[in-house]
């Protein structure tokens, strides 16, 4: 048997020449809606190719570039190589959003994202058309990093953080910062059949993320059955093996053309709608109790995190007249207004009568009726979820209240 041709280490110099020669190349991986089954955007990836035709993946030369400051004029070459490419993709398919990776150390100093405010502001590039995905790396550098993002999410940029879950920051932490997306892990999609461990860690980001108003992607989805589970746990996009590889340009836009909707189902959102149901009840519930064992007399608006009062604009409602709608042929879909603006009007009499310093009987009764109303809510909410015949597929583990 002959011997492997011995791997010849990868030198600063040989990734200099590399950009010199026009080497390095992207592909571009889908991701997809899982709501609609939309392509909705896609991950740009680089690619080095050697002259002798070998491709080498990011793997094995980003680290050293990471480790010098060459990281920086790779991410430069790749925003000016798919600002190119974006022109050719957006003429395919106008509503995609595509995305890049940066490093830490690009946000050392404000150049890079002095160069992607002015492809912006000449309008190389729609801000919305773009998403930047960055690591904790960018975290440690609070001062100009901080900034940076601030300034991009500022002119409508979405900030996605990547590998969520493998690093040491939790969501609260990340939720001070602008990021509007987070990318969970494939160590933890890739174990979702095995480990319940990994499974509740996923839910859990998933619920908290939707409580932050962040997208959730999971990447790394590599069969059906991922992508099912996903579907139900409410994460709204999917990227993996099983959706697309990264493909070279013309193979990704070939792809564009030629792609058929995968599965949707808007039965994640259903999850998620009565779990934000939950979550106001609880809010309406706490604030009254403060409100009435309050001596004074506080107005609502002065409260923080005082629950939404009117229907069409709690959580609950927001979904209903937004993306529920898709169910508006099914019929408890139509019975759930009704015992939902009951809900609200319940909800702003017990508030006022708790500032209003009522009798405990009084709080209590209120207290009670609020909840019968919230069953009849949930118990619609169940019945859409059933009329959907989700008994084909795994559900979640039923709420905790
Ligand atoms: P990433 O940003 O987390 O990108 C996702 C990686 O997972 C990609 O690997 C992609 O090909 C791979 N992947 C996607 N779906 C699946 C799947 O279903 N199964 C498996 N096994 N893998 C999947 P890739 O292209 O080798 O990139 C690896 C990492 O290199 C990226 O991870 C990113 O951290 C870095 N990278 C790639 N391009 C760039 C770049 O332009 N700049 C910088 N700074 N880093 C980059
Ligand atoms: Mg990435
Ligand atoms: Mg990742």
Known sequence: MSARPVEQKVTLQDLKRAIDNKEFELHYQPKVSMVTGEITGAEALIRWRKNDGTLVPPMDFIPLAEESDFIREITRYVFGRLVVDCAVISAVNSSLAVSFNASGKDFHDEKLTEIIVEAVNSRLIDAAKLEIEVTETVLVDEGCARKCLDQLAEIGIPIAMDDFGTGHSGLVELSKWPFSILKIDQKFIRGLNESAKDREILQASIRMAHQLNMDVVAEGIEDEETYRVLQEYG???????????????????????????????????????????????????????????????????????????????????????????????????????????????????????????????????????????????????QALENSLHVDQYSVPEPLAE
């Open 235 to 381: 994460c709204r996009t999917g990227q993996g093996y099983w959706i697309s590889k990264p493909l070279p340009f013309l193979e990704f836009i070939l792809f564009l053309k030629q792609y058929k909707n995968l599965p949707a189902m808007p039965i994640g959102l259903l999850y998620m709608a009565q779990l934000d149901h939950i979550q106001w009840r609880k809010t309406l519930i706490d604030t009254a109790l403060f409100l009435h064992g309050s001596g004074e007399n506080r107005e609502l608006k002065n409260l923080r995190g005082s629950p939404e009062l009117q229907h069409t604009a709690c959580k609950l409602g927001l979904w209903y007249y937004d993306a529920g709608r898709v169910f508006s042929d099914v019929e408890s879909y139509r019975q759930l207004e009704q015992p939902h603006m009951e809900l609200h009007a319940i909800g702003k009499d017990l508030l006022q009568a708790a500032r209003d310093h009522c009798s405990m009987t009084e709080l209590a009764a209120l207290i009670q009726q609020l909840s019968e109303k919230s069953l009849q809510v949930l118990e619609v909410l």
